[in-house]
């Protein structure tokens, strides 16, 4: 496990220097740990916040809508994270099918922890379904009530429906869709719908959702016409990610120091299961502003000591990372401010990269005549103009695939 080989690493340091190496995980081999309901004030009140959830049919029809959206998902939130001021993004998924099949509704509830939410998605087949109704009604439900949406009136709320079949109106024992969407305008949370396919009965009742919803309808191909183009920058942004993912390093009681392990152990998963241009996307993000909270989590020593918010000789010998126990007090300081500058390089290159990805993208979208009718491009244009309205202000070409 990693946690053993940066052990080995620390207890190597020299004055100087600090080495990790990442460790091969095997595939599918972690369960990410459960995303427990923040509290509504946990996030700082000094940068706007964005929270969005994704209502998505999971029955077999939808298979490939699924694989895009575990494509395009890190190119989802750093679109987001494109705003002025950069937001705090807080996500989270409604996976749907209907009565009879191996679940009606999972949920993974808004969280900054976005490696979690992504993990829990990767996991997610298309099966079931079948008679074309399905349990709209209640995803729609549950995405409103129970999820930990904040209190805070001037934060841009958004759910994204996003399916080809209309919601079963014939169960009585489920709250139908115009009461939900009654209770979402109280909330401040607008609801989009994106209807994959042309079935009429789902646009009729797509289109009515939007506009009780307050939000707007798109329409995609079946497999949701997503952008998908490799660059000449994804492979060496991958192997950035993992490097930037090592410079972790949790403390606190020993409940804290697991959760803190449970994320370094999610990463693994992500980098063993993930596409390499996948990979590449969640790198651009995690270097970004907003991306910060999904990068570092809770407990970060490295970022709390270099930040100058905690005293690291005011934390307790078994409070800190293991390796570090070992090591006299001026060898600690001096691996943190080693790994702390490693961090920062390793973001400045990123960057760089991610923007060279960028342009990469941009020019070659521009040469098969723009993707207006892409999942990317739609789910954009809703969050530009609704988000705009929050105070948050995204440019034309801030879209990215």
């Not at 009729?204 to 952008?227: P, S, T």
């Not at 005293?311 to 001096?334: G, N, T, Y």
Request: with cysteine.
């Amino acid at each position: 496990m990693r946690s053993k080989i940066i052990a080995l690493a620390l207890f190597a340091f020299t004055a100087t220097t600090v080495a990790f190496y990442p460790s091969a995980q095997s595939i599918g081999a972690i369960t990410p740990p459960p995303l427990a309901p923040p509290p509504a004030d946990a996030l700082s009140n000094e940068r706007p916040r964005v929270e969005v959830v994704f209502v998505l049919d999971t029955t077999g029809s939808m298979g490939g809508l699924i694989q895009a959206a575990k494509e395009k998902i890190w190119s989802i939130a750093s679109t987001m994270a494109g705003a002025q001021p950069a937001p705090e993004i807080r996500m989270g998924l409604v996976a749907y099918r209907d009565k009879g099949d191996a679940y009606v509704t999972r949920l993974v509830d808004l969280s900054a922890d976005l490696d979690a939410m992504y993990a829990r998605l990767m996991d997610f087949q298309a099966a079931g379904g079948g008679d074309t109704p399905e349990s709209v009604n209640q995803a729609l439900y549950d995405a409103v009530h129970s999820m930990s949406w904040s209190q805070d009136p001037a934060a841009y709320k958004v759910v994204f429906l996003v399916g080809d079949a209309p919601p079963h109106m014939d169960y009585r024992d489920d709250v139908k869709f115009p009461k939900t969407l009654a209770a979402a305008k109280e909330m401040g949370i607008v609801v989009n719908t994106v209807q994959c396919g042309q079935v009429g009965i789902t646009t009729d009742k797509w289109q009515q959702i939007a506009r009780l919803g307050q939000g707007r309808y798109f329409q995609v191909e079946q497999a949701g016409n997503a952008v998908a183009l490799a660059t000449p920058f994804d492979e060496k942004l991958a192997k950035l990610s993992t490097k930037l993912d090592d410079t972790r390093l949790y403390y606190g009681t020993a409940e804290e120091k697991t959760k803190g392990q449970q994320k370094l152990e999610t990463a693994d998963k992500l980098h063993a299961v993930s596409s390499v241009e996948s990979q590449a996307r969640r790198a651009a993000f995690n270097a970004s502003e907003s991306g910060e909270a999904n990068l570092l989590g809770e407990g970060e020593l490295v970022d709390d000591v270099a930040s100058g918010r905690v005293d690291l000789s005011a934390i307790e010998r078994d409070h800190l990372p293991a390796p570090l126990q070992a090591l006299a007090p001026e060898e600690q300081k001096a691996a943190i401010t080693e790994t702390a500058k490693r961090r920062e390089e390793l973001q400045r290159q990123i960057k760089e990269l991610a923007d060279q990805r960028s342009a990469f993208l941009r020019k070659n979208v521009e040469e098969i005549g723009g993707a207006k009718d892409s999942l990317d491009y739609k789910i954009y244009s809703a969050v530009r103009e609704q988000a705009g309205k929050k105070g948050l202000r995204y440019e034309a070409d801030a879209l990215d695939y």
